[in-house]
């Protein structure tokens, strides 16, 4: 993965890869066909490096009307291309590659968090002490045959090679990573064996709970949908919410209060995916729409007046930012339908997404300018090129409280003062 032209990520920790410096040496004037000859080659060097070819230094309107012979021509004016400036990025942004949780944090600092190529969805706790993902495991699972298939089998029981998923945490600093629940788990003694899902992990800001999208406890028969859990592990509570059956939800996302949590409900028209964001009241239960359809991913800023998602259309999908309480679409960020998978800066001044470019995936960061609901785009960058990230891994993103701006140093007033609602 290159990170902006200056920096590598593989298997192993990244390497800094350097631009070699360019220099121009002097050249003694002589005849003036040496000098032109020096000219074209200098051109035609210059060229092959991507830059705009220099002008020879030849006065045309001297030329038309007839040189003085052994003129000495203008000097060659060399054009030394711009090394790509790296962003600054604040704090740390987590995301996948390879199965691997790396962070890119500061100018272009990369760390690889986890080897083995069996991770996904990091997310950082609200203090930044701990990053939680999933770890996919291997075992093998049985299962009785009147549960999977009336038909078909050729014996009491089907066997199947399974990858589940373990919710997993590590500290922020060195250590290892352990291991909070599994989705693992066997009943009649042993003899069966299956999983239930984890999917998509949101930790609360109190550090108390988990939302995530599962189909525990009966894989069998329930589709997947949000539910809760004590972030040290412990029972799977579903949300009482209503489907469309065979579709399920996604994308949970928690409002900075703690007390609404949005989700990305999947409908289908015929063969067209039709999704809508909803609020769940953790506290109240209730739950309502947020947006007409077209809408997923959400996240929410950090004062929990708006929040940044994915609009689909016939183009793709595109970021952009709704009101938290009206659902309406302020600012479309993006419109290379390609775009997706959104989160906040916690300085509210920026927004980090991936942009699927070919065959690849990589991570950038729009800069957000305006005032009140008048949203702008100041700046757009890659954090990384040609770097083939997992798409199904959302980034996330911690700055310390040290590295936060000033309300005055970051966005308008207007754009940065509190929210006491954040929900229903």
Known sequence: MHLRGSRTVSQKLPVALRRPSMRVSSVSLG??????????????????????????????????????????????KVFIPAIPQTPEIRGSILFAKAGNIWTVSGADA?????????????????????????????????????????????????????????????????????????????????????????????????????????????????????????????????AP????????????????????????YNHRDGTLAQPRIALYNVRTGASRFLTTFGYAEPSFSPNGRWI???????????????DASSGAELLRVTNDGHSFEPVWSPAGDQLAFLRANGLSIDLWADTLGGSGNAFSVTKEEPVTSQSALDGTSKPSWFIPAAEMPSPSAALPSSLTEPSASGGN
């Open 241 to 264: 919410l209503a489907e469309d059956s065979g579709l399920g939800h996604n994308d949970p996302t928690w409002s900075p209060d703690g007390r609404v949590v949005a989700y990305t």
């Open 110 to 238: 990369l760390t690889q968090r986890t080897s083995g190529g069996h991770d996904q969805y990091p997310s950082w706790s609200h203090d930044g002490a701990t990053i939680y993902f999933l770890a996919l495991r291997g075992a093998q699972g049985t299962v009785p045959c009147s549960m999977v298939a009336a038909s078909g089998c050729i014996s009491s029981a089907v066997h199947y090679t399974l990858d589940y998923p373990v919710l997993s945490r590590m500290p922020a600093g060195a250590g290892g990573s352990t291991a909070i629940q599994s989705g693992l788990y066997s009943w009649a003694g042993g003899q069966f064996t299956y999983f239930y899902g984890l999917w998509q992990p949101a930790v609360s800001a109190d550090g108390k709970t988990v939302a995530l999208i599962t189909d525990a406890p009966d894989p069998f028969s329930l589709d997947y949908q949000l539910a809760f859990m004590p972030s040290a592990g412990g029972q799977l509570t579903r």
């Open 31 to 76: 005849p003036i066909l040496s000098l032109v000859t020096l000219a074209v080659v200098a051109t035609l060097s210059l060229g092959l490096l991507g830059g705009p070819l220099p002008a020879l230094g030849i006065n045309r309107a001297q030329t038309n009307t007839g040189d003085v012979p052994n003129r000495t021509p203008d000097p060659v």
């Open 308 to 322: 940044a998602a994915i609009r689909t259309s016939a183009k793709g999908e595109d970021v952009v930012i709704l």
